[in-house]
């Protein structure tokens, strides 16, 4: 019960500090949005246009150039978003940034076939992408 009432009141507190503008609320709103564009870029890299990041997901360019200002993309998107962002920092250290967007797309025999992309957006997949990067690149099998 008295767990239930502190969830309340930070929510409460959380509801007031967003009405009265506070300061410290903008800031974490801000860093958020920071981050948020920071997987943007990160993800970018690996994609020749925001067309072609927009095809991953899929939703529409518009969306793409809404995340990029900062806005906070569905749950599910910004999932995706921050594991391609992951992925794609991995690839940009071995691999040219032209054949990012083969490697996430093609059947990958050391994923048993899969696609890097469909696992990404199957979700919790992410450690064995990384474990194949790293094997891949280190010249190791798995």
């Known amino acids: 019960m008295a767990e239930a009432r502190t969830t309340r009141n930070q929510t409460g507190t959380q509801k007031r500090a967003q009405r009265s503008g506070s300061p410290i609320f903008r800031l974490a709103q801000d860093q958020e949005a920071i981050i948020r564009v920071g997987h943007y870029l990160q993800a970018r890299k690996g994609f020749a246009s925001d067309s072609e990041l927009a095809d991953v997901f899929p939703v529409n360019r518009s969306r793409i150039s809404r995340w990029k200002r900062g806005e906070a993309p569905e749950p599910e998107n910004a999932r995706i978003l921050r594991d391609l962002a992951t992925v794609v920092a991995q690839l940009a ?38 474990s194949t990067i790293e094997a891949q690149t280190s010249g190791a099998y798995l």
């Open 93 to 130: 250290e071995y691999y040219d940034p032209a054949v990012i967007p083969s490697w996430l797309r093609g059947h990958n025999p050391d994923l048993g076939g899969r696609r890097p992309l469909d696992l990404i957006h199957e979700g919790g997949h992410l450690p064995e992408i990384l």
